[in-house]
C-alpha cells in the first residue's frame, strides 16, 4: 500500500518526491504541469521498477500512458516528480 508507505516515510522524516496515484489522463497531465517535467510514470501494480519510464513532456507521458495500460479507477498510474541524482531505498 503506497498510501501507508509514504506516511510511514513522513513520519520518520525522510524525504520523498512529490507523488500521486491518478486515474485519468487529464488528472495526470495536470499533476505533471504542476510539479513540472520530468515526472516518473509507474503503473500502480507495479512493485519493481518494471514499466517504470520518466516523461519530459506531455506527449511523452500521453505515450507512457496507453502504453502502461488503460488508465482507470481498475488500472491507476502512480506519478512522482522525478528528482535528478536521488536514490530509492527499499
Not at 524525504?15 to 516518473?40: C, D, H, I, M
Not at 514499466?51 to 506527449?59: E, I
Amino acid at each position: 500500500d503506497r498510501n501507508k508507505h509514504s506516511a510511514m516515510i513522513d513520519e520518520i522524516g525522510v524525504q520523498q518526491p512529490r507523488w500521486v496515484e491518478l486515474t485519468s489522463t487529464e488528472s495526470a497531465l495536470k499533476f505533471a504541469n504542476e510539479v513540472g517535467y520530468p515526472v516518473l510514470v509507474r503503473p500502480s501494480y507495479v512493485l519493481s521498477g518494471a514499466a517504470m519510464n520518466v516523461a519530459w513532456s506531455d506527449k511523452q507521458l500521453k505515450a507512457f500512458l496507453n502504453e502502461a495500460a488503460d488508465v482507470s479507477k481498475e488500472h491507476p498510474v502512480v506519478l512522482s516528480d522525478f528528482i535528478d541524482g536521488a536514490s530509492e531505498i527499499e
